[in-house]
């Protein structure tokens, strides 16, 4: 398997920043390493001046070491007496020889080593003692450190890269049984879901694969209840036409210009009614004023509308139309006497009331006379379910209430 993708990106980044940890860890412990070594040899060349003024005596006036120990010190430390060489090897460095000048305790590196300067207060006379410290071990001390910690380092960064690597091809193998299962259940079983039991980013992820699904499903089921809706709503009118046409040709009159008509607005009416359905979501941020929709839908039937409130929907004029021209075509077809309509402000939305004198709902009907097709009287049925429709797409409101008439109400939001 390659490394490519989001796989190749997760590695890297491993790879990267497990780079930068060693290298961090690799300087510190390096710095840390040579300050310690720095230190040690500091503390080696101060013991070593120490000893060495322990031999230290004056006789006589004279300065001189006690006989037996200076020997040990001879090729590591020099004793000065009033700049004057009194112990120590025969031709000392010229970094020695300046040290012991200074008059103060001083240290210096020469080449490989480290040098260190200290006077002793001595009866009536100037000495200092120099003591030497070689460096080579230490820096080979530090040389092997630095390689070990750069060969554990590369380690660590191709480990850190290797378990990477396994982690992101275990995850990852989620999102391959879930996308090979798509593919197969868009062949055979489109109704199937991912339903992880997971907790974890993967299993969130499969959820919101399963809501966008039934989304999908949703959308393609309401798609086909659509298509019903308009085949049935073009049916009849089409079929009266057809039978009309038919019936002219058998008896060799004419058609009754009136019937036409009648079924051209019929179909006129049902195919707006259905376009306005379809198209209502992408047009829910125009408004309009509610007087004006009412008086628009009610001149048709000529029903009174008194005084409504001078309030703005945030709904599109022929969206109101679309939503309550059904509903009163309905009421006036139920209705004994009379239709009529009432409006009342809730909060944040007005309540169209679509009232008629008739028969009314019956409590186990007011779901069902949503659904295309269904019908207690010679009407084709088609209106409350464009009118759903249409409500769904737009966030309005409306139910059938049962209440011993025919009452709709129908929720508007306020601009």
């Not at 510190?28 to 060349?45: K, P, Q």
């Not at 209502?280 to 009610?298: K, M, P, Y």
């Not at 169209?352 to 009314?360: A, E, I, R, S």
Request: net charge negative; aromatic share 4%; with cysteine.
């Amino acid at each position: 398997m390659g490394l490519s993708g989001f796989r190749g990106r997760i590695v890297s980044l491993a790879v990267l920043t497990a780079t930068l940890v060693v290298a961090v860890f690799v300087v510190l412990s390096h710095v840390l390493l040579t300050r310690s070594t720095d230190a040690d040899t500091r503390t080696l060349a101060r013991t070593r001046v120490e000893a060495v003024a322990g031999t230290v005596q004056v006789h006589d006036g004279k300065v001189q070491l006690v006989e037996g120990t200076g020997d040990a010190f001879d090729t590591v430390a020099w004793v000065f007496e009033d700049g004057r060489l009194i112990d120590g090897a025969a031709h000392p460095a010229d970094a020695v020889s300046r040290l012991a000048t200074v008059g103060r305790d001083q240290f210096m590196i020469a080449d490989r080593y480290l040098l260190y300067a200290e006077p002793l207060p001595v009866q009536a006379h100037r000495v200092t003692i120099v003591v030497t410290v070689d460096l080579t071990p230490y820096e080979h001390s530090e040389q092997r450190n630095l390689m070990m910690s750069l060969a554990l380092g590369a380690l660590a960064v191709a480990l850190a890269g290797f378990i990477a690597y396994l982690g992101v091809n275990r995850s990852l193998r989620v999102v391959h049984r879930m996308s090979a299962l798509a593919d197969e259940w868009g062949d055979h079983d489109p109704d199937r879901r991912f339903a992880l039991a997971s907790h974890d980013e993967f299993g969130e992820l499969a959820r919101t694969f399963d809501r966008l699904l039934d989304r999908v499903s949703n959308t393609i089921a309401d798609e086909r209840r659509l298509t019903d809706e308009i085949a049935h709503e073009l049916r009849t009118p089409i079929a009266v036409l057809r039978g009309e046409a038919q019936l002219a040709e058998l008896s060799c009159l004419l058609v009754e210009p009136q019937v036409v008509l009648t079924e051209a607005d019929r179909l006129d009416t049902a195919v707006s009614t259905i376009l306005d359905a379809a198209r209502s979501r992408l047009r829910s941020a125009e408004t309009c004023g509610l007087e004006v929709a009412l008086r628009q839908v009610t001149q048709r039937h000529g029903l009174p509308i008194g005084s409504p409130p001078e309030v703005d929907l945030a709904i599109p004029l022929d969206v109101v139309a679309s939503v309550l021209t059904p509903l009163l075509d309905n009421a006036v077809r139920h209705a004994r006497t009379a239709a009529s309509l009432q409006v009342e402000t809730n909060g944040d939305c007005v309540l169209v009331h679509v009232l008629d004198d008739g028969p009314g709902f019956r409590p186990d009907d007011l779901e069902r006379v949503f659904e295309a097709g269904h019908s207690s009287s010679d009407g084709h049925g088609l209106g409350l379910a464009v009118v759903r429709r249409i409500a769904n797409a737009t966030g309005l409101g409306v139910r059938a209430i049962a209440d011993g008439q025919g009452h709709v109400e129908v929720r508007f939001p306020l601009a």
